[in-house]
């Protein structure tokens, strides 16, 4: 391997040469003239500009798009992800990291860009020794996403599509992206309706949710396709611990486990800090601190006892110094990762207490 590119071929390639990359396009687009995108379906015409709950219409919305070095190990590699993160949500996490670009769409407007300029942006990234194409908060841009994809085909691109998501996505569109996306990467946030209405502001994110997951589980089942220690096909589901276990995290294991399989790939994050109106409104005072180190280790025993057999695990110190980004600097809003030395890394430690865990992000 010298450029990036391996024998690996991405389920696009066939899709766009058949021909029904461009027809699952078009019946993408036709969602947004009376969108249904989201599960949220506030029937507005995008097309026309029309916004509604998540601000954005007819174009793109990039805030910023850069190699990345924090996501899970075989996505990172040695030359980053390559992160391309759209402009607004549909959701309004009270904790949202990425709140400056998720929840600023006056600001965020700006950062408008045609679908031949995004499909540019993943070329560059690309071009230099990205890994994969890593859409970060792409639900309500699937359409702009996968138009892009179409043009940046027929350009080279050959990475694998890495679709980054907070899983409040719907069926039809999941359906739609089967074959489109290479690797799926969805949080799991909450086991009840009521911590998602509380907290991210959605109804019935349970039902949501879990629908998502059983599609996305349907398209890739449980085998992660590696290259050369990189990955390639698969899902990998996230599941950050929140204070007070605020998100039900043995709920959603035990989901998981029975319902999907313990053999899915779970990536479990100690990343929370308070952040956004988290840590200031005292509305969410149970959100106001980081995670004890006594909660990540239970978080961490409940992979156990649920028999989960693979995935990754952050290291509890360290994990929320580096996971704080700041998209003022849009070329390089995450301090790189290779900067931490020593017992200060988050990255890259097994973790010799659970050796059924492949590994610690
Ligand atoms: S994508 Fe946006 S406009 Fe469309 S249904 Fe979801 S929140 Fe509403």
Same mark, same amino acid.
Request: charged share 25%; glycine share 10%; proline share 6%.
């Given at each position: 391997m010298t450029d990036g590119l391996t024998q690996f071929e991405s389920s696009y390639l066939p899709l766009w040469q058949s021909g029904v990359l461009k027809a699952r396009v078009e019946a993408l687009e036709g969602l947004l003239e009376r969108c249904t995108v989201c599960p949220l379906d506030c029937g507005n015409n995008r097309m026309n500009d029309e916004l509604a709950r998540c601000y954005s219409g007819r174009l793109p919305i990039v805030s910023s798009y850069t190699p990345h070095f924090g996501e899970e190990p075989p996505l990172t590699g040695t030359r980053g992800a390559g992160n391309i993160f759209f402009?607004?949500?549909n959701l309004r996490c009270v904790y949202c990291q990425n709140y400056q670009i998720s929840q600023a769409h006056k600001e965020q407007i700006k950062n408008q860009i045609t679908h031949d300029r995004l499909a540019e942006m993943m070329l560059e990234l690309q071009a230099r020794g990205c890994h994969n194409i890593n859409f970060v908060s792409p639900t309500h841009f699937a359409p702009q996403m996968a138009r892009a994809i179409l043009i940046a085909a027929k350009q080279g691109l050959r990475l694998p599509i890495v679709y980054n998501t907070n899983s409040y996505d719907s069926v039809e569109v999941l359906k739609l992206l089967d074959g489109i996306v290479d690797v799926y990467l969805p949080d799991l946030k909450y086991a009840e309706d009521e911590a998602g209405f509380?907290?991210?502001k959605v109804r019935s994110y349970q039902d949501i949710s879990?629908?998502?997951?059983?599609?996305?589980?349907? %398209?890739?089942?449980?085998?992660?396709?590696?290259?050369?220690?990189?990955?390639k096909r698969g899902l990998v589901i996230r599941l950050l611990v929140l204070p007070n276990d605020l998100g039900g995290l043995r709920e959603s294991l035990q989901w998981i486990s029975r319902e999907l399989s313990p053999r899915v790939t779970v990536s479990l994050m100690a %990343?929370?800090?308070?952040?956004?109106?988290?840590?200031?409104?005292?509305?969410?005072t149970l959100l106001s601190r980081r995670i004890s180190e006594s909660e990540w280790l239970r978080a961490v025993s409940l992979l156990d006892e649920f028999g989960m057999e693979s995935?990754?695990? %952050?290291?509890?110190?360290?994990a929320a110094l580096y996971y704080r980004p700041n998209f003022d600097d849009s070329a390089t809003p995450f301090r790189d990762?290779?900067?931490?030395?020593?017992?200060?890394?988050?990255?890259?430690?097994?973790?010799?207490?659970?050796?059924?865990l492949v590994g610690v992000l």
């Open positions: 402009g607004n949500c509380l907290y991210s879990r629908a998502a997951l059983r599609e996305i589980f349907r %398209q890739t089942g449980h085998e992660l396709l590696y290259e050369e220690g990189l990955l %990343q929370y800090y308070p952040t956004n109106v988290a840590g200031t409104n005292p509305r969410y995935g990754w695990m %952050q290291e509890f110190d360290g990762v290779r900067d931490f030395n020593g017992e200060d890394s988050p990255t890259c430690t097994v973790d010799r207490s659970l050796p059924r």
